[in-house]
């Protein structure tokens, strides 16, 4: 299974950005999904996660101001991102625990990242 993020790029501080990350391969379930970011010079930390059944958690520094959502249909997980402050200038890693039959254990899996640069 393989997760493409995308959606990054430079937005002022108070707009938004929407990120998607799309999970592909053969014969996958996927139970939570995520994103967690990478400031410069910083350790990777949780941003927001959705579990298959729709349970959503914020980080504080994020509640209110951004959404996570997702399209079971399409395995996809979205990032809505409004009332950014450079502050949440990083790159943008996509997360889904995923296994291929119900006999197997969950795994983790990474998307490859995508930077959001919140400037002026």
């Known amino acids: 299974v393989q997760l493409q993020a995308s959606g990054g790029g430079l937005v002022q501080p108070g707009g938004s950005l929407r990120l998607s990350c799309a999970a592909s391969g053969s014969r996958f379930s996927i139970n939570v999904m995520g994103w967690y970011r990478q400031a410069p010079g910083k350790q990777r930390e949780f941003v927001a996660t959705i579990t298959s059944g729709a349970s959503q958690t914020y980080a504080a520094s994020v509640k209110g101001r951004f959404t996570i959502f997702r399209d079971n249909a399409e395995n996809t997980v979205y990032l809505q991102m409004n009332s950014l402050k450079p502050e949440d200038t990083a790159v943008y890693y996509c997360?889904?625990?995923?296994?291929?039959?119900?006999?197997?254990?969950?795994?983790?899996?990474w998307g490859q990242g995508t930077l959001v640069t919140v400037s002026s």
């Open positions: 997360n889904a625990a995923v296994r291929s039959s119900p006999l197997n254990r969950w795994r983790e899996v």
